[in-house]
């Protein structure tokens, strides 16, 4: 089992930056590869970014390529999203999930947190 609880969402102007942070519980986190998935409203849950659990291996959807780093410590039990030159088009609930597997499709992953809110202003 793994529980999972993000933070670290908020309100911005176009062009700045936050940091999410997903605090995870329970002994298989450090073989769970890890994922940030995020869904506007009327619109499907789209993966962001994932990571293995070594933090050696890393993809990211096109849109965040270059904005966004996703990065874990497996010490403190924790991944975080580091979001850089937020774009309105960024807008949506951000939730971190954890999977067996390297794959960006949401339903492959077994554990969920709650999301959190980021909002970007232009």
């Known amino acids: 089992q793994v529980q999972l609880v993000e933070s670290g969402g908020g309100s911005v102007q176009a062009g700045g930056s936050l940091r999410l942070s997903c605090a995870a519980s329970?002994?298989?986190?450090?073989?769970?590869?890890m994922g940030w998935f995020r869904q506007a409203p009327g619109e499907e849950r789209e993966f962001v970014a994932i990571?293995?659990?070594?933090?050696?291996?890393?993809f990211y959807r096109d849109s965040v390529e270059g904005r966004f780093t996703i990065s874990r410590d497996n010490a403190k039990n924790t991944v975080y999203l580091q979001m850089d030159s937020l774009k309105p088009e960024d807008t949506a609930v951000y939730y971190c999930?954890?999977?067996?597997?390297?794959?960006?499709?949401?339903?492959?992953?077994?554990?969920w947190g709650q999301g959190t809110q980021v909002t970007v202003s232009s």
């Open positions: 999930a954890a999977s067996k597997g390297f794959t960006v499709t949401h339903s492959d992953y077994d554990y």
């Open positions: 329970g002994r298989t986190f450090i073989r769970s590869v």
């Open positions: 990571i293995t659990w070594s933090g050696g291996r890393t």
